[in-house]
């Protein structure tokens, strides 16, 4: 395989005479926060329809175990209009948008094929542009790693916003006493609270893994109750908010602060902003809403900073907090403003 003749496309004539195939396509959730697999089985008809010879085809989509072997496979095979004798594996994505110290290049790389021939093609393939490969036994092993990696995360930033709340009733600081937590060399990794979790793996990835643990007849209670606690931060927040002002907020001029879901990132997808916004606007409250990042989002503008639907904004809710925002800006754009960063210091916050 020849290093630099790696294209993307979205044309399913551009593969008609590829030797590798990768598959890097969204793995969302639907109406009922249960598995699509509808971008994978569009790529997979693609595939099928427009491939002229035997190819690797490599899948990076993070899905549930068994995805290569039962969905991916059958489905190409399907549609091809010939047969031919395709290699088939997976190298899940690992990447953090926005990091610079861990790239594509460095970050360990797991792998496997379903077959021997597929799993040597798969490391030929990446040792051209990666430099630590990770060979694991079987797809499956590599596909429930992913969804295992960040279920880890979204439990754990579960377990500390539901120590934000029983920290916040017993009247003490929770970013003080994960402060002093964090002085244990040993045992103990800091998670911070925050108004939600969001982007395309957090949110996502363990609802996948709770799919394939039912279907195996392993009910994921955890893995479930750690969903509700994350999308049930928003509404908490809201909460506390109209405890601090009067015990609602029907009528307030509200401007939420930070959009995307990540610091210094335009990304937006499955941000708790939403959710924010979502309880905001039952409980009746002007909103509007502030990133410099994003700029637009759902058809809206970006406002200036402390303004709320042409009027002063009365409170200010930080959910992210970008680099290029002054915090003391932040602090003077509201009489009153809840910060769910832990970054502002002075005001009130998780």
């Not at 295992?148 to 979204?154: A, C, D, I, S, V």
Request: proline fraction near 6%; charge should be negative; glycine fraction near 8%.
């Amino acid at each position: 395989m020849d290093a630099g003749k790696y294209r993307a496309t979205t044309n399913g004539a551009d593969i008609a005479d590829a030797q590798v195939v990768v598959i890097a396509v969204p793995t969302p959730l639907d109406k009922n926060r249960k598995p699509d697999l509808t971008f994978i089985e569009s790529a997979c008809k693609t595939i099928g329809e427009n491939l002229k010879g035997a190819a690797l085809i490599i899948n990076e989509s993070t899905s549930f175990p068994g995805t290569v072997r039962d969905v991916i496979k059958p489905t190409i095979e399907k549609y091809s209009k010939i047969k031919l004798s395709h290699q088939y594996a997976v190298s899940p994505e690992r990447v953090d948008p926005g990091r610079v110290d861990w790239n594509q290049k460095n970050t360990p790389r797991l792998y496997a094929g379903l077959t021997p021939e597929a799993t040597a093609g798969v490391r030929e393939f990446y040792s051209t542009f990666c430099d630590n490969l990770v060979e694991v036994s079987s797809p499956e092993v590599a596909e429930a790693a992913k969804l295992f990696e960040n279920t880890f995360r979204q439990v754990n930033i579960a377990l500390v916003n539901e120590f934000a709340q029983i920290t916040n009733a017993l009247g003490i600081s929770v970013h003080e006493t994960l402060d002093a937590a964090n002085t244990k060399p040993y045992g103990f990794m800091r998670f911070n609270p925050s108004a939600g979790v969001g982007g395309h793996c957090i949110p996502v990835d363990p609802s996948y893994l709770a799919h394939v643990a039912a279907g195996a007849g392993v009910p994921a209670t955890f893995i479930e109750r750690a969903n509700e606690v994350n999308l049930d931060m928003p509404k908490y927040v809201v909460a506390r908010v109209a405890k601090d002002n009067g015990g609602s907020l029907k009528g307030k001029r509200v401007q939420v602060i930070g959009v995307a879901y990540k610091p210094n990132v335009a990304d937006t997808r499955e941000t708790p902003a939403e959710l924010v916004i979502e309880e905001l606007q039952r409980v009746g409250a002007v909103i509007s809403w502030h990133d410099p990042v994003v700029g637009a989002w759902h058809g809206q503008s970006s406002s200036a900073l402390g303004d709320a639907a042409g009027s002063a904004a009365e409170i200010a809710i930080v959910v992210t907090l970008h680099g290029v925002m002054d915090a003391k800006a932040v602090i003077a754009s509201a009489p009153y403003v809840f910060d769910t960063t832990g970054k502002i210091s002075g005001v009130p916050g998780l």
